[in-house]
């Protein structure tokens, strides 16, 4: 078994079929077919389930896979860490509510301290962030929640809260007592499935037995903050999201005393992948800006990448 199987392999899992899989590799249809048919012969196990012309990875296939992005994640490290580092580049990943309200603030923050770091970005869900990362396709990560990979490594760096708003002299707003419970009377407008503000509701609403089917899922914080402005519906939604129209008085928020509702920003990375000097300071930067400390020790590094 090669690198080159398993590059193969990988390709053809995720173009889900021989045909795109050759067209992308540059390959011929035959050369690649063959190639998993040797896999399935050389591990013993059906690899894909073949129905109606297409393919369909088996448990034992989802399994390869897992271990073989892995194993290709780390022959990508061995070959960056072989070379001299030379590469300023740093591509961040983000959830939606971290890219749209503070990511903004740390990478002026960051073009501030190294004017010369090419910073990429890609803002999805925590869960694709998530994939991302375990698919080398980001350094590092910034999301809600927790992660579910044992091959990523969370570190908190900052807390916020979600908080309940409703349209302005909504009748939530004038009950003594606001449960979880009483949510479920009103139309609800979440966030996707897969974020992390969808995935701390969902589980505070588990814990209590309470069951529940939103009138919207939006991936979009601004669709739902306007939907509840026009009176559509109630809304949960981290506090930071919701700051500017909660001041301009366009939502109201309606207290709950519901603590699962605490929940921590964290910076994530693969255990098994190098950072390059430059990632590390921009991890290292972030902190710094959200822990409101003076990151005097970036300056000599600063001035060394200045050069």
């Known amino acids: 078994m090669t690198i080159r199987h398993l590059n193969i392999f990988v390709c053809v899992y995720r173009e ?82 971290i890219g749209s309200h503070m990511l903004p603030g740390y990478v002026k923050r ?63 707003t004038g009950l003594k007592k606001v449960t979880l419970s009483t949510l479920t009377e009103y139309p609800l407008l979440l966030r996707e499935p897969g974020s992390g503000a969808r995935e701390i509701f969902d589980y505070a609403m588990h814990i209590r037995g309470l069951s529940y089917e939103p009138a919207w899922e939006s991936v979009s914080t601004q669709a739902l903050v306007n939907g509840v402005k026009n009176g559509l519906g109630i809304s949960v939604l981290p506090e ?32 098994h992948k190098h950072l390059s000097n430059a990632a590390n300071s921009v991890i290292e930067l972030i902190k710094a800006v959200e822990n409101g400390t003076e990151p005097g020790s970036f300056t000599s590094l600063a001035a060394n990448y200045n050069r």
């Open 16 to 97: 889900k079929g021989i045909t795109a899989a050759a067209k992308k590799l540059y390959m011929a249809q035959p050369a690649v077919s063959q190639v998993i048919k040797d896999m399935e012969r050389y591990y013993n196990v059906p690899l894909f389930d073949r129905i109606s012309r297409k393919l369909y990875p088996t448990a034992q296939g989802q399994k390869l896979y897992r271990y073989a992005v892995d194993i290709l994640s780390r022959c990508d490290n061995m070959e960056e860490a072989m070379r001299q580092e030379t590469s300023n580049d740093v591509c961040i990943g983000t959830s939606i509510t």
């Open 110 to 172: 960051i073009k501030e301290t190294y004017p010369h770091f090419n910073i990429g970005v890609r803002i999805n869900s925590s869960e694709t962030v998530e994939k991302m990362l375990t698919e080398n396709v980001i350094d590092f990560g910034l999301i809600e929640g927790q992660v579910h990979s044992q091959n990523i490594h969370s570190e908190k760096f900052a807390v916020d809260r979600l908080v309940i708003i409703c349209p302005p002299e909504h009748k939530i």
């Open 240 to 271: 930071k999201m919701v700051e500017e129209d909660v001041g301009k008085k366009n939502v109201s928020v309606v207290a709950v005393n519901e603590k699962s509702f605490l929940r921590e920003y964290h910076i994530i990375t693969h255990k």
